[in-house]
């Protein structure tokens, strides 16, 4: 009579090949966090801007010229009420982009802002401008989408990990 005896261990390959698949899940729920954050904050931010006066408009010298009263206290349609800003043109409100980039497994980064030349100084403020006013639109953006992102996170971690 042997004293040996045999184990035989079965399902190891499916075992691998289920948390190779669930590891590849939860990269794919990472990246779907990082578009979604990033889109979320994108939209925060342009939501921001106080919106353009109306009003009858004039044109004096290429620019229009709204004639309100009372939109600011000194009556001026386009003088900003610090710290909002005041969409104009739109355009600075329109460059805010965001782009999502793979810096390895599970680890997205997203880069979220103006791609408008003066979209920093209106921001931050500028040394040039007398009243040193800063008119922050992507902070603001950010910190209303903060509820939002944390949703956005747990609901597709439970997708992924479910």
Known sequence: MSNEFKIEILGVRRLTEAMEKKVLEIDRAT??????????????????????????????????????????????PYAPTPPIPTQRTGNLQSSIQFETERRSYATYAVRIGPTIEYGRAVELGSPRW???????????????????IGEIYRREWRAALG
């Open 31 to 76: 990246k779907r966090i990082a578009n979604q954050a990033g889109a979320v904050v994108k939209a925060e931010a342009q939501g921001v801007f106080r919106p353009r006066p109306s009003g009858g408009a004039t044109r004096t010298s290429g620019r229009q010229k709204y004639r309100t009263k009372g939109f600011a206290p000194n009556g001026d």
């Open 130 to 148: 007398k009243t040193g006013n800063k008119f922050p639109y992507m902070r603001p953006g950010y910190e209303r989408s903060k509820r939002k």
